[in-house]
C-alpha cells in the first residue's frame, strides 16, 4: 500500500473541518518525565510528543477515542455510514460488529494495565445503520436502526465516481456534534448515541480517520472484514487517539525510528511496540488534565469488564458444553466476549436450547483450578420461543460431584442487563449453571462471565 493513497490526521474527512486549531485551546501542563518508557523508545516517542502533538494540537481537542471510551464508561457505538450501492446481509452486519472490536481493542489491549488505564476490554457495538436506500440492508433485524436521509458529499463534485448522495445519522445522536456540552442529553439516554462513523464510500482511495470515525473504500472494508489486524483501518483509529502521520521526513523523529510504525503510512501492516509506547505516553500526558478525566485521577478507576477490580474475567478460556442447544444457535457464544446491546441481540452468535423445557444445563471446563466468587449473565430472550428462566442455580465441581454455591446473592432475571451473582469463593475445575424455563418457553443466553480471583 503505497504512503500517499493513506489520508490521516485529526483534520481529516468532511466532518473535521470545524475542528479548533491549538492556538484555540489553553494548552495543559506538559511534563515530558516518563522513566518507564524503554530507552530505545523514549527519545522518539518524547521527540514525537513536542515536536508533532504538543505543536499541532491532536490531543487537545476532548473528543479523542480515550474521551470517547471514558465518557462511555467502557463502551465505543458506531453508526455505520455505507456510502456504497452495494447490499449488506446479515452476516456481513455480524461480520463488521465484530471487526470493528477487534480493531479498537488492538489498541486498548496495548493500554489495559498501564497507568491507571481503566478498561482492560472496549464494548463496541453498532448502533445505526446510516444507507441511501433501505432495501440494502437485507434480512434486517427487529434490533436493527437504519436511517435513510442523505446530504450532498463536497468530494463528488470534483471526484463524480464518488456517489453524491452521502447518508446521515441524526446529529441529535452524535458525539461529535455534542462532546463539548457537559448538559447535553441525548434522546433516550447515552447508550443511544454513536461516538463514530464506520464510512464507507465507493471508489474512495486510501483512508481517513479522527475523531468522528474512519472513511474507507467500501470494497477495502468488506474484503478485510474478517482479518485479525487491519492496517488501513488500525492506523486511522490511531488518528483518533491523537497520533499523527509521518508523511514527510522533517516529521520523523531525527534519529528515527526503532521499531517500524502503523501510523508512518505502509511502514507497517499492524500495531508494533514503538505504537505502543507512543499509545500509552500519550495517555500519561492528557490523564493530567484532571477536569478531563476526573475520576481516574481521583483514583476511582470505573468498570473493567463489568467485574470487580480484584477479578478477572476467565470465561473466554474455558470449554463450554450444555445439555441441548438448539441446531441453529451454538453454544460458543456464552464465552465469545461480546456485550450484547439487549437480550435480543442478534448481531452474534447466541445459545438457546429451544424447543427443551424444563431444566436445562451449560457448563464451563477449565483447564486448570481456579477460585472463583462471582458471574455475570446476560440472559437471551427473543420474544418468541426463548425467555429469562423462572429460577436457576449454580453449581460447581467439587471433585466428586456437583455442588450448590453457597451464599449465593443475585440470582437475577432480568433481560437487557447483566445479571451478577455473588457467593462464597471456591476452588474449582468447572462451574454449571442449571435453568428452570418459564412456563412452556425455553432459555437462552447470550454471554457467561465468570470471576477469578488474582492471587
Known amino acids: 500500500m503505497a504512503a500517499s493513497l493513506l489520508v490521516g490526521g485529526a483534520n481529516a474527512g468532511a466532518a473535521a473541518s470545524d475542528l479548533e486549531s491549538a492556538s484555540d485551546i489553553e494548552p495543559m501542563s506538559i511534563s515530558l518525565a516518563a522513566a518507564n518508557i524503554p530507552a530505545k523508545f523514549k527519545p522518539s516517542v518524547e521527540w514525537v510528543w513536542k515536536n508533532r502533538m504538543v505543536k499541532e494540537g491532536s490531543t487537545n481537542r476532548k473528543n479523542l477515542i480515550f474521551d470517547q471510551i471514558y465518557a462511555g464508561k467502557g463502551t465505543l457505538n458506531y453508526v455505520v455510514r455505507w456510502q456504497s450501492p452495494?447490499?449488506?446481509t446479515l452476516q456481513q452486519r455480524k461480520e463488521m460488529a465484530s471487526m470493528l472490536s477487534r480493531q479498537i481493542n488492538n489498541w486498548n489491549k496495548q493500554l489495559k494495565g498501564y497507568d491507571g488505564w481503566p478498561y482492560n476490554n472496549i464494548t463496541v457495538k453498532i448502533v445505526g445503520w446510516a444507507v441511501a436506500n433501505p432495501a440494502q440492508i437485507i434480512n434486517k433485524q427487529s434490533n436493527e436502526i437504519v436511517?435513510?436521509?442523505?446530504?450532498?458529499?463536497?468530494?463528488?463534485?470534483?471526484n463524480p465516481s464518488i456517489p453524491a448522495k452521502l447518508p446521515v445519522a441524526p446529529d441529535a445522536l452524535s458525539r461529535f456534534e455534542h462532546?463539548?456540552?457537559?448538559?447535553?442529553?441525548?434522546?433516550?439516554g447515552l447508550d443511544k448515541r454513536f461516538d463514530m462513523y464506520l464510512w464507507a464510500t465507493e471508489n474512495f482511495g486510501g483512508g481517513a480517520g479522527g475523531d468522528w470515525g474512519q472513511r474507507m473504500n467500501?470494497?477495502?472494508?468488506?474484503?478485510t472484514v474478517n482479518a485479525d489486524e487491519i492496517q488501513i483501518t488500525e492506523h486511522e483509529i490511531g488518528h483518533g487517539f491523537g497520533l499523527t502521520d509521518f508523511y514527510e521526513e522533517h516529521e520523523r523523529p531525527p534519529g528515527g525510528f526503532p521499531t517500524n510504525t502503523i501510523m508512518w503510512a505502509g511502514n507497517s501492516p499492524k500495531i508494533t511496540e514503538w505504537d505502543t509506547w507512543m499509545l500509552r505516553y500519550t495517555w500519561s500526558q492528557i490523564k493530567k488534565d484532571t477536569s478531563r478525566f476526573p475520576s481516574v485521577n481521583n483514583g476511582d478507576e470505573?468498570?473493567?469488564?463489568?467485574?470487580?477490580?480484584e477479578s478477572a474475567n476467565i470465561a473466554p478460556a474455558a470449554t463450554a458444553s450444555t445439555s441441548y442447544t438448539s441446531p441453529w444457535e451454538n453454544i460458543s457464544a456464552l464465552n465469545d466476549g461480546f456485550d450484547p446491546a439487549?437480550?435480543?441481540?442478534?448481531?452474534?452468535?447466541?445459545?438457546?436450547?429451544?424447543?427443551e423445557t424444563g431444566t436445562q444445563w451449560v457448563q464451563y471446563d477449565f483447564d486448570q483450578e481456579h477460585t472463583v466468587s462471582q458471574t455475570n449473565v446476560y440472559w437471551f430472550k427473543d420474544g418468541g420461543g426463548i425467555d429469562v428462566p423462572k429460577s436457576y442455580k449454580i453449581k460447581y465441581w467439587n471433585g466428586r460431584g456437583w455442588s450448590d454455591v453457597k451464599q449465593a446473592k443475585g440470582l437475577g432475571t432480568a433481560a437487557d442487563q447483566y445479571n451478577t451473582t455473588t457467593f462464597a469463593p471456591v476452588k474449582t475445575t468447572k462451574l454449571r449453571i442449571e435453568?428452570?424455563?418459564?412456563?412452556?418457553?425455553?432459555t437462552g443466553i447470550l454471554e457467561w462471565k465468570v470471576a477469578a480471583n488474582k492471587l
Do not use: E, Q
Not at 147 to 158: E, H, P, V
Not at 342 to 354: A, E, I, K, L, Q
Not at 435 to 442: D, L, R
Open 86 to 88: 452495494k447490499n449488506l
Open 147 to 158: 436511517y435513510t436521509d442523505t446530504i450532498i458529499d463536497d468530494l463528488s463534485k470534483s
Open 179 to 188: 462532546f463539548n456540552d457537559p448538559n447535553y442529553s441525548y434522546p433516550g
Open 218 to 223: 467500501d470494497d477495502y472494508i468488506l474484503s
Open 302 to 309: 470505573g468498570p473493567i469488564d463489568t467485574l470487580p477490580d
Open 342 to 355: 439487549n437480550s435480543n441481540d442478534r448481531s452474534h452468535t447466541v445459545y438457546g436450547n429451544w424447543p
Open 435 to 442: 435453568m428452570v424455563s418459564k412456563g412452556s418457553a425455553s
